[in-house]
Nanobody, 126 residues
Framework: QVQLQESGPGLVKPSQTLSLTCRVS??????????WNWIRQPPGKGLEWMGV???????YYSPSLKSRTSISRDTSKNQFSLQLSSVTPEDTAVYYC??????????????????WGQGTQVTVSS
């Protein structure tokens, strides 16, 4: 059974970099052809796909966030990470990591992903 667990600070100051990690258990993040995504949900809004790192290490980002987003992985720890720079209060959201069998670039429906973390609230405020 694959499980995902997000971790990171719940409060980030404006202009700083938001950093989150998703630890994966039950399978390797290098298993063909899985992909590991970051998705967020601002208060009162729908899901927003942010980016993905595939089993082979290739990355894809939302065009609207690409200039501020970086996704990386640590295969020795079986985890992947998100960095979002220059945050503003508009980046306040519940952040989720999600796994999918195959790439789901831009997907924003829960059913399109096979595994989800429980989500972590991140608030951007001074």
């Amino acid at each position: 059974q694959v499980q995902l667990q997000e971790s990171g600070p719940g409060l980030v100051k404006p202009s700083q970099t938001l950093s989150l990690t998703c630890r994966v258990s039950g399978d390797s993040i290098t298993t063909s052809y899985y992909a590991w995504n970051w998705i967020r949900q601002p208060p009162g809004k729908g899901l927003e796909w942010m980016g993905v790192i595939a089993y082979d290490g290739s990355t894809y980002y939302s065009p609207s966030l690409k200039s501020r987003t970086s996704i990386s992985r640590d295969t020795s720890k079986n985890q992947f990470s998100l960095q979002l720079s220059s945050v503003t209060p508009e980046d306040t959201a519940v952040y989720y990591c999600a796994g999918s069998a195959g790439l789901r670039v831009g997907a924003t429906e829960r059913y399109e992903y096979d595994y989800w973390g429980q989500g972590t609230q991140v608030t951007v405020s001074s």
